[in-house]
């Protein structure tokens, strides 16, 4: 099993001109706006991963470098099994987009430890069966915040912004960035706005709450995070291994790395995950399964 390696697609992302490992070849993604058409290889879809999305499941277009950041960043959730509905974009436009497409959606809610935690129905099932389990060895899974599993469009855009404003601040207090230019950012609109963001992180200003790793090993771009197809959940018990392997044994896996506290259900046991074009990566004493966008040949 490949584990402790990198999934190729994904070194270089941050680059001003990305390079993606496909299908023998290279494809260069160059710049982070107003991009022409890459040259080389068709795009990814003959790929493991390519071959378990949905059907009818869309493609970043080629000039969109935030699609295909957020699909290696948050991508494992395309290829959940287990009679769930998955996102049909990789990157929903708007708030209407979004309950308009979570109202088609068999979902349930349970309170949790006073918490109302909303998921779609498998999931949900799979959660309470892996509490039970939890609480038969005297532990809990419980939700980390009331907003721990079903998120709206716009609760996306306001965690955006509780990293994004402070670090405009930050670094205009350092000296690395202008209050114009922090003030001129902070008004783009969301799409641009990632844009803007993930070019100063290339310059090593970074947008985590410790100012020391990007903005998406804790929060997605509006309209990306996984809570938006209740298939997520953040959980307050995240550090105890016994936990995370029972939640392993239900379907539920850490596919976001850094994101501690967040787990994914993809409805599969383990065993099963390489074979869906997902590989497992170890850092921090964690392991998450990344999407594997673009490598060809068996798991």
């Not at 404003?165 to 350092?174: E, I, T």
């Not at 202008?178 to 970074?206: F, H, M, N, W």
Request: hydrophobic residues 40%; contains cysteine.
């Amino acid at each position: 099993m490949r584990s402790a390696r990198k999934p190729a697609c994904r070194k270089k992302v941050l680059a001003a001109a990305i390079w993606v490992v496909c299908c023998g070849g290279l494809i260069r993604l160059s710049g982070w706006a107003n991009l022409g058409r890459p040259q080389g290889p068709p795009l990814p879809g003959s790929s493991a991963f390519g071959k378990s999305l949905p059907q009818g499941f869309r493609w970043p277009d080629s000039q969109d470098v935030v699609g295909w950041r957020v699909l290696a960043e948050y991508g494992a959730l395309f290829v959940s099994r287990g009679d769930v509905v998955l996102p049909p974009v990789v990157i929903f436009p708007d708030q209407d987009s979004v309950v308009q497409w979570q109202a088609t959606l068999s979902a349930e809610q349970e309170e949790l430890d006073g918490i109302g935690v909303r998921l779609q129905s498998a999931a949900m099932r799979a959660l309470l069966e892996a509490r039970q389990e939890a609480q038969r060895a005297h532990l809990d899974i419980s939700p980390r915040g009331r907003d721990a599993a079903q998120r709206s469009y716009d609760e996306t855009v306001t965690l955006w912004r509780s990293r994004v404003d402070p670090g405009l601040q930050h670094w205009v207090a350092k000296g690395l960035l202008s209050a114009d230019e922090a003030g001129r950012i902070r008004k783009t609109p969301a799409r641009e706005q990632v844009v803007e963001i993930l070019e100063l992180e290339k310059r090593g200003l970074y947008f985590s709450k410790d100012f020391a790793r990007s903005i998406l090993s804790s929060v997605a771009p509006p309209g990306a995070s996984q809570h938006l197809a209740l298939l997520a959940f953040d959980v307050k018990q995240h550090d105890n291994a016994v936990v995370r392997s029972i939640l392993e044994r239900h379907g539920w896996f850490q596919t976001v790395r850094s994101d501690l506290p967040h787990f994914t259900y993809l409805g599969v046991k383990r065993q099963v995950l390489p074979s869906l074009g997902l590989e497992l990566v170890r850092t921090g004493g964690r392991e998450y399964w990344v999407p594997n966008v673009c490598a060809t040949g068996s798991p």
